[in-house]
């Protein structure tokens, strides 16, 4: 086995991870990432489009993992998208070089400050909204649609329709900012540069547009020279060494997922950063396999952040239905959080199929009320994940009493053609918790029980922030990182 050294390891390139080597990298230290997913720009694949699913559509799969219409075949590849299926809920993750955002809607919200404050009250709310959030907004491009763009492109139809919708139903609609480059979707509108938005690709990754990782903060670190990421390599697991170092146990693979060949790595420093389910599994199970210390809480207050699908068939159709042309990145949203007995923030979502279906698509995001724990099954030899009906109970009368009162407004029925009863409860795409800041590690982000052990990803968020969280997951790595290199916890 190779033997290598690396007195500062990251695992996982996503939020968490690219945060942490940008910051580290341009504090003059060397660190080495391993990303199990393959690195797409190095390697020069493109990615496929939803209507033509190829080598980037799924993860070692032999067919497409949508969360509907998966009617097609495809030949396994380390693909950029991911689902860990468990017995009430199924979750979608990134894979690849950049993580989640590889794979995610671009979607860039800042969560309300008075339920950032009820989550996290341990944290500086006024630092967060005066210097991480905005921080993260520039270091990420987030950017907004221009509204004539919008009234006018027919790619946003389904916008249009949906806010109009929701304003005859007496719902509050908001601009929801983005990571994909708004100036280059209105040249791929005038044809001056390739399609990607409008080219059905989102889920299977953005040739063009998109301001995902590897443009932002990964391009930044590599570009100090500090940085070195290696891609194809999936940490097994972790074992605490006496002197307080740690060896990993690690497997490069080919881009078929077959193992090239088993390599040792032995670090000073870790960083977990492996995404909530990533990190969680590599904890639980060293713990089992290498009697890895673990916190006793370690598992606990997750959370899917309250996601919960839903859709309405027969939006207008007579009046043309919500297009046949779609743009894949969201712009709208409908904001009913203060609404006591039904707090919910909803995305009104692309459903870009290639012709008209007069069907609108919601991903609702609520709060959560009771929280799951994510374990090991030391028979079956995986996690498991303790989260059923009880657990959605509340976000499924949300989802009633939304599609009921758009209906009313506005005719249309609930999406039978898109889920069964037309409530999607066990689709996450935003895992959340079972690291929480301040409870399984110290209030920036150490281990606790641990000298030199860090989680920065989406698990130390306890499993709900009330909007898509990847702001909020760079903006607490931004925050952590920062102190922890004050603290000179790598020198
Ligand atoms: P993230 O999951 O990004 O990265 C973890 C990385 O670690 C991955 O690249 C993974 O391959 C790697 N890894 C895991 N285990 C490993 C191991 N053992 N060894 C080596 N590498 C390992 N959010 C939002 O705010 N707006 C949006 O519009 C959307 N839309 C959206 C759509 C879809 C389809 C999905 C699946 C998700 C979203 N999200 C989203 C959610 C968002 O993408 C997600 O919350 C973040 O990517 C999580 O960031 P992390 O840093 O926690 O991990």
């Known amino acids: 086995k190779e033997i290598i050294d690396a007195p500062i390891l990251i695992v996982g390139s996503g939020y968490g991870g690219a945060v942490s080597a940008l910051r580290l990298c341009e504090s003059g230290k060397k660190v080495v990432m391993l990303e199990m997913g393959l690195n797409w720009q190095k390697s020069g694949i493109p990615f496929s489009n939803m209507l033509k699913p190829g080598k980037s559509a799924a993860w070692l799969k032999k067919k497409t993992i949508a969360p509907f219409m998966n009617i097609f075949s495809l030949t396994p590849f380390t693909g950029t998208l991911d689902r860990m299926d468990f017995e009430h809920i199924n979750i979608w993750v990134g894979r690849g070089v950049g993580g989640g955002s590889l794979v ?35 270091e990420l491009k987030v950017n907004v649609i221009g509204e004539q763009f919008l009234k006018d492109c027919p790619y946003y139809k389904f916008t249009r329709v949906g806010e109009a919708e929701a304003h005859k139903a007496g719902f509050k609609t908001i601009r929801v900012p983005n990571v994909y480059d708004f100036q280059y979707m209105e040249k791929e509108y005038r044809n001056e540069v390739p399609r990607s938005a409008f080219n059905t690709e989102v889920i299977y990754g953005n040739n063009h547009g998109k301001n995902s990782l590897d443009k932002t903060y990964l391009k930044k670190a590599l570009e100090t020279g500090n940085l070195e990421i290696l891609d194809l390599h999936c940490v097994e697991h972790i074992k605490l060494n006496d002197d307080k170092t740690y ?14 060949t088993d390599k040792v790595f032995n670090c000073k420093k870790l960083i977990l950063a492996a995404g909530t389910m990533g990190t969680l599994k590599l904890l639980l199970h060293s713990n089992v396999v290498n009697n890895f210390p673990i916190h006793k809480q370690i598992g606990k207050n997750w959370g899917n952040n309250g996601n919960f699908m839903t859709g309405r068939n027969w939006v207008k159709p007579l009046s043309g239905g919500t297009g046949a042309k779609q743009s894949t990145i969201p712009v709208g949203g409908i904001d009913n959080w203060d609404d006591k007995e039904h707090p ?3 995305e009104i979502a692309p459903l870009p199929m290639g012709m008209d279906v007069a069907t609108a698509l919601y991903l609702l995001i609520n709060r959560v009320d009771k929280k799951g724990e994510v374990s090991y099954d030391r028979n079956a030899k995986k996690i498991i994940l303790n989260w059923d009906q009880s657990n959605t109970f509340k976000m499924r009368e949300n989802a009633g009493y939304f599609i009921k009162k758009m209906n009313r407004a506005n005719g249309g029925t609930r999406s039978h053609f898109l889920f069964n009863n037309g409530f999607g409860a066990n689709v996450c795409y935003h895992p959340l918790g079972g690291c929480v800041l301040g409870k399984v590690t110290d209030e920036y982000g150490k281990l606790k029980d641990h000298e030199n052990l860090y989680v920065l990803d989406g698990s130390l968020i306890p499993g709900t922030i ?3 969280p990847f702001v909020t997951i760079t903006a607490i790595a931004e925050y952590c990182i920062e102190n922890l290199i004050r603290q000179n916890e790598f020198s």
Do not use: C, R, W
């Open 104 to 138: 995610n809607g671009g979607m860039a919200v800042t969560p309300k400050k008075s339920y950032f404050k009820e989550i996290f009250p341990d944290l500086d709310t006024e630092k967060f909204y005066n210097i991480y959030f905005p921080l993260v907004h520039k």
């Open 247 to 260: 060896t990993l146990q690690v497997q490069q693979t080919d881009i078929s997922g077959g193992v090239v």
């Open 344 to 346: 919910f923030f909803t």
């Open 466 to 468: 009330g909007v898509n």
